[in-house]
């Protein structure tokens, strides 16, 4: 089992629809949690963190956390064809050593 | 901007030599992690520097080494390449807080090494 899953997809949505990006964890120890983006041939950029239950809203963006089921999602609301690219999901693991954990990421298409 | 930088941008090597990667840290910030990237895989730990020691590490052999400077940059070294090697190299600094807190880590823009 990986440490962090995300379904690769492709995830295509039409412009303005709401996007759900996905992401599932093992190490229950885990306390943080980050979602990034990451556009073709670039580095990663942090669009959320997340720490407590519940929904944590900026702008478009709203991640969720659920550490009882070991979830964590992202929601893009009115997608644009500029939110196109791979967002990564991460977690830091239990052991305190600056690890994050990524998960594969899911390529996000929005279709004009 | 993040305000982390690298260097080189891109890199050419053959199998067998040996690559010094360079990260400069956001200002305020006081730990450099490493990650390789390959083409479709999410990036994968290195190790993270802390007060110029290694505070951790992940599945990498002791080939890919490194430094932390007293002005919190950065060196990732890799002896004998190998054709895997190619790949991604990111640096990403954050502060490691009191008690032992890790805050968010921001990336640099990256390394991109090919091993022919």
């Known amino acids: 089992q990986k440490e962090v899953e995300q379904n690769s997809g492709p995830l295509s949505v039409p412009e303005g629809a709401i996007a759900s990006l996905n992401c599932t964890y093992s190490d229950r120890g885990s306390q943080s949690f980050f979602w990034y983006r990451q556009y073709s041939g670039k580095s990663p950029e942090l669009i959320m963190s997340?720490?407590?239950?519940g929904d944590k809203e900026d702008g478009r963006f709203t991640a969720q956390l659920n550490k009882a089921s070991q979830y964590v999602s992202l929601l893009i609301r009115d997608s644009q064809p500029s939110d196109s690219a791979t967002y990564l999901c991460a977690a830091y693991g239990s052991s305190n050593t600056g690890k994050l954990i990524f998960g594969q990421g899911t390529t996000l298409q929005v279709k004009p | 901007e993040t305000g982390v930088t690298q260097s080189p941008t891109h890199l050419i090597k053959t199998r067998g030599q040996q690559v010094t990667l360079r990260c400069s840290s956001q200002?305020?910030?006081?730990?450099v992690s490493w990650y390789q990237q390959a083409l479709g895989q999410g990036p994968q730990f290195i190790f993270q520097y802390y007060r110029e020691e290694e505070n951790g590490r992940g599945n990498f052999p002791p080939r890919f080494s490194g430094l932390q400077f007293p002005n919190y940059s950065s060196e990732l070294n890799v002896n004998a390449l190998e054709l895997d090697d190619s790949a991604l190299y990111l640096c990403?600094?954050?502060?490691?807080?009191?008690?032992?807190?890790?805050?968010?880590?921001?990336f640099g823009p990256g390394t991109r090494l090919l091993v022919l």
């Open positions: 200002s305020g910030h006081n730990t």
């Open positions: 997340i720490y407590s239950n």
């Open positions: 990403a600094s954050s502060r490691l807080g009191s008690g032992n807190y890790q805050e968010t880590q921001y």
